[in-house]
């Protein structure tokens, strides 16, 4: 079935830098690549969605300039939190919806921790 | 707008007694309903979905969910609990007209021995 790989698994940075988190489609062509965040014990927020070739939609309330999303590619899909504060800390997964349409594939999700 | 309300935050069950989670939905058109589950720390894998055909669907790992419209309901049940379906459990709705999903907020699901 429809395969999305997210990379890495998590990860720790400092205050500060920068984190680029990736989702690839493996087996199907992903068009639409949607970013959720999660907090501990709490339902997936939207965050925004990406199109192939263009600019992602954000929701309301996200920074779109420090939650930079990339599509460059009908395989692959980047998210990179800028400038990550500790408020940031999240759970990061990212879904795709299958060619054969209603179907939604999700990635094994990204533990972010900024310290 | 399309919504989801999952009545139920925890839901604790002994091995081999059912299971029921409760959602309830809100739509002004026939909605598109999804029942994930999410094991720790990992992503969502879908148990099953309703797209307007049979009102009673059956998914995987012997779950299963009725479609009420009078009581705007999709229920998330299965016969006979396993220590393994202790999860947290999503009812989530698609955004008619569009391809994003609305989340409900969850149920932990907590099977004991």
């Known amino acids: 079935g429809a395969v999305v790989s997210q990379h890495p698994s998590w990860v720790i940075c400092k205050s500060g830098t920068s984190v680029k988190i990736e989702c690839r489609s493996l087996?199907?062509?992903?068009?639409?690549m949607f970013w959720y965040r999660q907090f501990p014990k709490q339902s997936l927020m939207l965050m925004a969605t990406s199109n192939e070739g263009s600019k992602a939609t954000y929701e309301q309330g996200v920074e779109k300039d420090k939650f930079l999303i990339n599509h460059a590619s009908l395989t692959l899909s980047t998210l990179t939190v800028t400038s990550a504060h500790p408020e940031d800390s999240s759970f990061y997964i990212c879904?795709?919806?299958?060619?054969?349409?209603?179907?939604?594939?999700f990635g094994s999700g990204t533990r972010l921790t900024v310290v | 707008a399309q919504s989801v309300t999952q009545l139920d935050s925890h839901v604790s069950v002994s091995e081999g007694t059912p299971v029921l989670l409760r959602c309830n939905y809100s739509s002004s058109y026939s909605p598109s309903l999804f029942w994930y589950v999410q094991h720790p720390n990992k992503g969502l894998q879908l148990l099953l979905k309703y797209t307007s055909a049979a009102t009673l669907v059956k998914g995987i790992n012997g779950f299963e969910a009725e479609f009420k419209k009078s009581e705007t309901s999709f229920h998330l049940t299965k016969p006979s609990a396993h220590m393994s379906d202790a999860a947290e459990y999503f009812c989530v709705v698609r955004v008619t007209g569009f391809q994003k999903l609305v989340f409900g907020t969850g149920t932990r699901l907590l099977v004991s021995p």
């Open positions: 087996d199907f062509q992903a068009t639409t």
């Open positions: 879904s795709s919806q299958t060619a054969t349409g209603y179907g939604y594939t």
